[in-house]
């Protein structure tokens, strides 16, 4: 059933064409209005609102990729659906990237059309729910267990809203101690499973054949020592959300059946017959580069596009050194409350020093730090004398690089390429924009050594 709220304009010089999809839509349920011009379409979208603009591509006075471009340069939040001749199509596809929601080839298929509008208004109301949702999010420091509000938080927190009372499974990646399970808990909670368990597994915390049992539970009699049946993760998150940590570790031999209780949403315990049936959703982390490790054969390409509906990439530390603030002083407030002290912050060369120093550890190492500084501190504020020393080691591999006077800019190049690689495990993607250079650049720069090294 059309929700009659929605709001169509029809924009089409071609008067039986405009008056056969008013006639359609408003059969459909939905609330139109037709001009004949891309003027007139505008003027009409500076007076009222509309859910979606149906234009055609060749127009009088402002064609229909100029009104494209009008609305999305001034923020209107409506979509916009291409109606074009064949002979313009490739035009049509330059209207996608300019922001339109589809396009259509003329004649219109009145079946074809009334399956994109849904879908397209769906989106629409998306649209508009994210930009609410902004003006709240623009002023928080904590969201659920997440710390943060520089613009890389809030765009992971607009991402977790959006995905949550989803049925996409989730992929969050990043490096390690950046936060990826609390971003799984976040979705969770957020999530109409939150009355549901949360379950969550290292898949690189157990050998293959344990790491199936913790999965899949087994049978009583399954092998020497199964006494008794044993419910796995699978069936204990049933309802709920299940959180495969360091996804990018598991097995090669245990993909298939992870994937088919993916797809088919049951399995076996193992040394079982019966299927177990399970309404579980999907949500994994990795330090590793996915992308990568499908290429290596490491990780099966089936599984990585089940498992990466959405992706969610956790920036680093030092990537977000607005955040360090707030970060010191939640940690402070914690680790004072625990160990009965009272500490009002920090001096200011303190201050100085943690946001200079790189953070290879992430937030995890921070709070680490202000944990022990807490414990050992015995003013009322930390001080430099109470971090641990590697803070200080400007020439340590977390810290940066030096390079002597009269270094020749090759061999500088490659030591900063590679020391950004060991700096982020390896994640070429996310080396490549440190360095501001493409992963195309990066990826030739690499060949180039590794040929002179041969």
Known sequence: ???????????????????????????????????????????????????????????????????LEKIRNNDIPTEVIIITGKGTIDTAVEAIKTGAYD??????????????????????????AHRGLEAKIKHLTHYEDLIGQSPQMLEIYQLIDAVADSTANV?????????????????????????????????????????????????????????????????????????????????????????????????????GKKEINVDVRVVAATNRNLKEAVEQRL???????????????????????????????EFIELFSRMNQKRITGITSSCHEVLLRYHWPGNVRELKNVIERAVVL?????????????????NDSDEGGLNFPIGTPIQQVEKKMIFGTLAAVNNNKTRAAKILGISLKTLHNKLAVYKKHSD
């Open 1 to 67: 059933m059309a929700n009659r709220a929605s709001r169509i304009l029809v924009v089409d010089d071609e008067s039986a064409i405009r008056e056969g999809l008013k006639a359609l839509l408003e059969e459909d349920g939905y609330y139109v209005v037709t001009v004949d011009s891309g003027l007139k379409a505008w003027e009409q979208l500076q007076v009222q609102s509309f859910n979606l603009v149906l234009v055609d591509l060749m127009l009088p006075e402002l064609t229909g990729l100029e009104l």
């Open 103 to 128: 396009y259509l080839t003329k004649p219109v298929a009145s079946d074809r059309l009334l399956t994109i509008i849904p879908k397209a208004l769906a989106h629409n109301q998306l649209v508009i």
């Open 171 to 271: 992929i969050i990646t990043g490096e390690s101690g950046t936060g990826k399970e609390l971003v799984a808990r976040a979705i969770h909670n957020k999530s109409n499973r939150n009355k549901g368990p949360f379950i969550g597994v290292n898949c690189a915390a157990f050998p293959k054949d344990i790491l199936e049992n913790e999965l899949f539970g087994h049978e009583k009699g399954a092998f020497t020592g199964a006494l008794n049946e044993k419910q796995g993760c699978f069936e204990l998150a049933d309802h709920g959300t299940l959180f495969l940590d360091e996804i990018g570790e598991m097995a090669i031999e245990t993909q298939p059946k992870i994937l088919r209780a993916l797809e088919e949403r049951r399995f076996r315990r193992l040394g």
């Open 299 to 329: 990780l099966r390409e089936d599984l990585y596009y089940r498992l990466c509906v959405v992706e969610i990439d956790m920036p680093p530390l030092r990537e977000r050194i607005s955040d360090i603030p707030l970060l010191i002083n």
């Open 377 to 393: 501190t015995t003013n009322e504020q930390i001080d430099t004398k109470n971090l641990p020393r590697r803070l200080f080691d």
